[in-house]
């Protein structure tokens, strides 16, 4: 008796879950062909959703004239397209200017839905890491700290609570 009953409630507890799993995959976002190595993913109060790869994925001129791979930050509208700002690869505003050299540490929405980005350890051309505020509207930076020299280690996983305190793992 208690072998029949273990098997309809198994049964039934099956057919619940299952009856549950309505979703349905419609494809990448903005589109299949975006591929890459995604570390951080932030979607901000209009919808933009903001991604940035862990490796390389981009170049940009340095002052010697040669070229040098870089991160970017790609922001995409709700629709698809791209921001009038994407893909940003040096950071700048608030009265410096940064490019992305270091690895993208993870990135989230502050308590205004400006984007927190967290870059890692630092490379042959800057000293690393760095955490960034940035303006989630025009893609501007409205702050940073040199995470190294307050933490003398590399952020991940940014989160900020109601009150506008930022917590990291390190």
Not at 10 to 20: D, E, G, M, Q
Not at 54 to 79: E, H, P, Q
Request: net charge neutral.
């Amino acid at each position: 008796m208690f072998k029949k009953f273990l098997f309809v409630f198994s049964f039934v507890v099956i057919l619940a879950s299952l009856s549950y799993a309505q979703w349905t995959y419609v494809g990448g976002f903005p589109n299949e062909d975006l591929k890459g190595n995604n570390h951080a993913l932030a979607v901000d109060p209009d919808g933009k959703v903001w991604v940035s790869d862990y490796y390389n994925v981009d170049s940009v001129l340095k002052a010697d004239g040669t070229w040098g791979k870089c991160r970017n930050i790609r922001v995409f509208n709700a629709d698809g397209s791209q921001a009038s700002f994407s893909p940003i690869k040096v950071i700048s505003g608030a009265g410096f200017q940064d490019t992305l050299w270091n690895s993208t540490k993870g990135m989230t929405c502050d308590e205004n839905g400006n984007i927190i980005f967290a870059t890692g350890w630092w490379t042959k051309f800057v000293k690393g890491p760095w955490m960034y505020r940035l303006n989630y509207k025009t893609g501007e930076c409205m702050g940073g700290i040199d995470m190294f020299s307050t933490l003398n280690t590399s952020p991940t996983a940014p989160a900020v609570d109601d009150m506008g305190n930022i917590y990291c793992r390190s």
